[in-house]
């Protein structure tokens, strides 16, 4: 009696120990950096939740990267009286390791509500927009101070992407083309973007650009999440083309992927850049996804 309910503990100590080695992505606890996120309320530039957030991203980095790098720098706010603030935050991995890749996300939210009917003049509260694309790199950085990959890794989070009117290209994105004109050494060979990725009716198709500057990295990506079972996600059809910080990244020697899912909720409804870009509309099974192809694709790189 005694000696088999050692070996069941034994058994069930084993087994959480085997749990404890593999590298998994838990989309719900994803989810709650989501909404860490959204009760600071809108991160435009120059508002309280802007503020709060660079400093929770601070505060976490301290924790789970090797260091913690912030760029500071002024940018140019179309909607408003005065020009801002705006600070990229990189946390990285092994920074001196010259094999390295980038992942990256914004995490300032649009201060319009441009597409809405009502209440256009006020800020966003970007849960899918904004918040999601950090949610999912922020559990990857907890999951990756545990489970040191066989490379360097920098996650970037850019401030300043959604400033812009439309129509004007070169307003929005101002903090992934401040960081490609100042890049940190070893710089990344090339990196993935992530942006609107938390619609709980997630479809990804090729992003055009993303074709362009990365085209085996593209399919790559496609491939990687064919084998880990979301091939109903990854489309490879060829989708929007969508001018976002994957654009200065690549111009600048980074070639980056952008996933993206640019139907918000499809092709009938739209809460892109409107008041109902609101946690209920993203789905833990969506972050989830994401979690498993960036986790599946980063752990296979050597
Ligand atoms: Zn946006």
Known sequence: MRHSLKRLIWFV???????????????????????????????????????????????????????VVTQEFTGYNPYGPDNVSLTNVIFRFQPKNPERVMLSAHFDTRPVADLDRFRR????????????GVAVLVHLA????????????????WDGEDMGRPDYPEEFCQGSRYYSQTPLEPVPHRGILIDMIGDSELQIFYELYSLRFAPELTKEIWDTAKKA????????????????????????GIPTVNIIDFQYPDARRNYWHTHEDTPDKCAPESLQCIGDVLLMWLYGQE
């Not at 003049?121 to 999601?132: F, H, V, Y």
Request: with cysteine; net charge negative.
């Open 13 to 67: 100590s084993s087994c959480s120990l085997l749990q404890a080695a593999t590298p998994s992505f838990d989309g719900n606890r994803a989810f709650t950096y989501l909404t860490i996120q959204t009760d600071m309320g809108p991160r435009n530039p120059g508002s309280r939740g802007h503020a709060a957030c660079i400093q929770w991203l601070m505060e976490t980095g301290e924790k789970w990267a090797d260091t």
């Open 121 to 132: 003049n006020e800020p966003i509260l970007g849960a899918n927009d904004g918040a999601s």
């Open 142 to 157: 907890q999951i990756l101070a545990q489970f040191p990959p066989a490379i360097g890794v920098d996650i970037a989070f």
């Open 229 to 252: 079972g979301y091939a109903d996600v990854f489309i490879p059809k060829h989708g929007p083309m969508v001018y976002d910080d994957h654009v200065p990244l690549s111009e600048g």
